[in-house]
């Protein structure tokens, strides 16, 4: 049995698990049996890079922040050499792993899901196709008030000059 000293240890590191898991948008686990020292810290480099919290976990204290946050199904991969990528961009865990496994030449075996989240674009991209796609209609809209204008004779310049003056 463990001493209090150690236990308490324990139950802030999975309590401080259970904060990050709650807090982000993504995770990725990563299995990192067979990397060399050089690789592994090859591959914190590209996660501080990306935005990613990268660390090695033990299972135990991994099974117990998922099961804190109600992730319980995750028990299954919790075995062997463990690690956890986080990171709030949903797509930013699984691109920095995915392109990193494509550098180690066969190594890692990388899953499908994996490989098509790493195919989604970055966030900011993804917001920009939101918008414009919000956009679209209020475009259109405009230019079929401006074709409306100039067909009843207004010119859209004309049109827009006097608008202030009737105020």
């Given at each position: 049995m463990?001493?209090?000293?150690?236990?308490?240890?324990?139950?802030?590191?999975?309590?401080?698990?259970?904060?990050?898991?709650?807090?982000?948008?993504?995770?990725?686990?990563?299995?990192?049996?067979?990397?060399?020292?050089?690789?592994?810290?090859?591959?914190?480099?590209?996660?501080?890079?990306?935005?990613?919290?990268?660390?090695?976990v033990?299972?135990?204290l991994?099974?117990?922040?998922?099961?804190?946050?109600?992730?319980?199904?995750?028990?299954?991969?919790?075995?062997?050499?463990?690690?956890?990528?986080?990171?709030?961009?949903?797509?930013?865990?699984?691109?920095?792993?995915?392109?990193?496994?494509?550098?180690?030449?066969?190594?890692?075996?990388?899953?499908?899901?994996?490989?098509?989240?790493?195919a989604?674009?970055?966030?900011?991209?993804?917001?920009?196709?939101?918008?414009?796609?919000?956009?679209?209609?209020?475009?259109?809209?405009?230019?079929?008030?401006?074709?409306?204008?100039?067909?009843?004779g207004?010119?859209a310049?004309?049109?827009?000059?006097?608008?202030?003056?009737?105020?």
């Open positions: 463990p001493n209090a000293k150690v236990l308490s240890e324990k139950q802030a590191i999975v309590a401080e698990l259970t904060e990050k898991i709650q807090k982000a948008t993504a995770g990725v686990i990563v299995d990192y049996k067979g990397i060399t020292v050089e690789e592994d810290t090859a591959l914190r480099k590209e996660c501080r890079e990306g935005g990613v919290d990268y660390a090695v033990k299972n135990t991994l099974r117990f922040a998922f099961n804190n946050t109600g992730l319980n199904d995750l028990d299954d991969l919790l075995n062997g050499t463990t690690s956890l990528a986080l990171a709030d961009d949903p797509v930013a865990p699984a691109r920095v792993m995915a392109d990193y496994a494509k550098k180690l030449d066969g190594k890692v075996v990388s899953l499908e899901t994996v490989n098509a989240l790493a989604i674009p970055a966030l900011p991209v993804l917001q920009a196709q939101v918008l414009g796609t919000m956009l679209a209609p209020i475009t259109g809209l405009a230019v079929v008030l401006k074709q409306i204008a100039e067909k009843n207004a010119p310049e004309e049109a827009a000059a006097e608008a202030p003056a009737a105020e």
